[in-house]
């Protein structure tokens, strides 16, 4: 619940960027879908968006640059549109 106020505080204020950790955990499923919904359509209006996360499917569909960490360190940076998820999985894999 204290993620859905938190981001309904944010549109509310219309932020022109969000810091998201794990934004869909404890979510239900239509619920996780709906925000992603959300999420997309507010980078449309050109909200910058970071968001951590180890749901890598919700951030191939989310995202446009992908960042992959390993032990605090930016180890892998792609394009989201250059992977398939299967391959962005074994991306993941490789590098953590």
Same mark, same amino acid.
């Given at each position: 619940?204290? =993620? %859905?106020?938190? +981001?309904?505080? &944010?549109?509310?204020?219309?932020?022109? !960027?969000?810091?998201?950790?794990?934004?869909?955990?404890?979510?239900?499923?239509?619920?996780?879908?709906?925000?992603?919904?959300?999420?997309?359509?507010?980078?449309? =209006? %050109?909200?910058? +968006?970071?968001? &951590?996360?180890?749901?890598?499917?919700? !951030?191939?569909?989310?995202?446009?640059?992908?960042?992959?960490?390993?032990?605090?360190?930016?180890?892998?940076?792609?394009?989201?549109?250059?992977?398939?998820?299967?391959?962005?999985?074994?991306?993941?894999?490789?590098?953590?």
């Amino acid at each position: 619940m204290r =993620q %859905k106020v938190g +981001i309904a505080i &944010a549109l509310s204020k219309k932020a022109k !960027a969000l810091l998201l950790d794990e934004p869909t955990s404890g979510l239900d499923p239509k619920a996780a879908n709906e925000f992603s919904n959300i999420l997309i359509e507010l980078a449309q =209006q %050109k909200t910058a +968006i970071l968001m &951590a996360t180890h749901d890598i499917f919700r !951030a191939k569909e989310i995202a446009h640059q992908i960042g992959i960490l390993n032990a605090g360190n930016l180890v892998s940076q792609v394009e989201a549109a250059s992977l398939t998820a299967l391959e962005l999985e074994e991306l993941y894999l490789q590098t953590v």
